[in-house]
Every structure is written in C-alpha cells, then in structure tokens.
C-alpha cells in the first residue's frame, strides 16, 4: 500500500502535503511512502507542526497509481467542488 500524509494549513485552510519535513500544496509534489514505518515517522514529525499551531489533522490516506483512491481526497486534492472558477483546479484552465 502506498500512501500520502495530508493536513490543512490553519492560516488560510488550504490543503497541504508532505514533502520530507515540510508541506507543498500539490499532490503531485508530494512525498508517496511505501513503507508503513516511514508513513507513521512522518505522522509523528507532522505534529509537530500542529502544535506550533501551523496545520490541522494531519493523516494518511492510500494512494495507488499515483491517485488518491478516496473520493475524499480526490476532492481535496482538486480545490473547492462548488466553484471551478476557485482554486486548484482553476490553475489547469
């Protein structure tokens, strides 16, 4: 199983991914972890971002073909699904 760490930026609410130590705003510049030991490490060193009160809820979810497999974070991944105008999804018009 391959997955992902996600959390939410507590300033502005964006979606953010882990990237070794730190967030990027893009899924497909995120760090993927095939091994579930390094997968929780870097849960365990993302919350130390939330008690800097920097993110919030950070956790993993399953990715496989380099997708989520959630509609969740399918969702999450693409920007706010009321208005295409908005977000990320807007960048790729």
């Given at each position: 199983m391959?997955?992902?760490?996600?959390?939410n930026r507590l300033i502005d609410g964006r979606v953010l991914y882990w990237k070794e130590g730190g967030w990027v705003e893009?899924?497909?510049?995120a760090e993927?972890?095939?091994d579930t030991a390094a997968a929780e490490a870097a849960l365990t060193a993302a919350k130390?971002?939330?008690a800097r009160n920097l993110v919030v809820n950070p956790y993993l979810?399953?990715?496989?073909?380099g997708r989520?497999?959630?509609e969740r974070e399918i969702i999450r991944a693409a920007g706010p699904s009321v208005r295409?105008?908005?977000?990320?999804?807007?960048d790729h018009v």
């Open positions: 391959v997955q992902m760490l996600t959390a893009t899924l497909e510049d993927r972890f095939t130390d971002f939330v979810f399953e990715i496989k073909d989520p497999v959630k295409t105008d908005l977000g990320k999804q807007a």
